[in-house]
């Protein structure tokens, strides 16, 4: 994030926050973060963070104790692990369309012909 302006004053009492969530889901995957913030101002808040990992056991075993199996709990994890993201988008049909590319990826019997 960088918060770069004509004017570094209009920076004055920016809050900002940088966060990168990635989720693993095989054995050999890896991701590189670098965060990467440039302050020009002398008054702000500006904090970042990461978070990397594979699906936990303990969410697989919510999922498992409730009677449904291990591929679907890890599809309904992975979708809604990028949920958050795509419900931020201010378009619902473009959301919509954006759930249903990730659906029949995640599981390709879903494609509406």
């Known amino acids: 994030m960088h918060l770069i302006t004509a004017n570094p004053r209009y920076a004055q009492q920016t809050d900002a926050g940088q966060l990168t969530r990635s989720l693993l889901l095989e054995p050999r995957s890896t991701v590189n973060v670098k ?5 020009i101002a002398d008054d702000v808040k500006c904090s970042h963070g990461a978070a990397i990992s594979d699906l936990e056991e303990s969410q697989l ?3 498992r104790a409730r009677g449904i199996d ?10 809604s692990f990028g ?11 473009i959301r919509k369309k954006i759930e249903t590319r990730i659906k029949c990826l995640l599981d ?6």
């Open 61 to 63: 075993f919510y999922f």
């Open 70 to 79: 291990l591929e679907t709990a890890r599809k309904a994890l992975v979708f």
């Open 35 to 39: 965060p990467n913030l440039q302050i």
């Open 83 to 93: 949920a958050e993201v795509i419900s931020q988008l201010p378009y619902t049909s």
């Open 108 to 113: 390709p019997r879903e494609a509406v012909l």
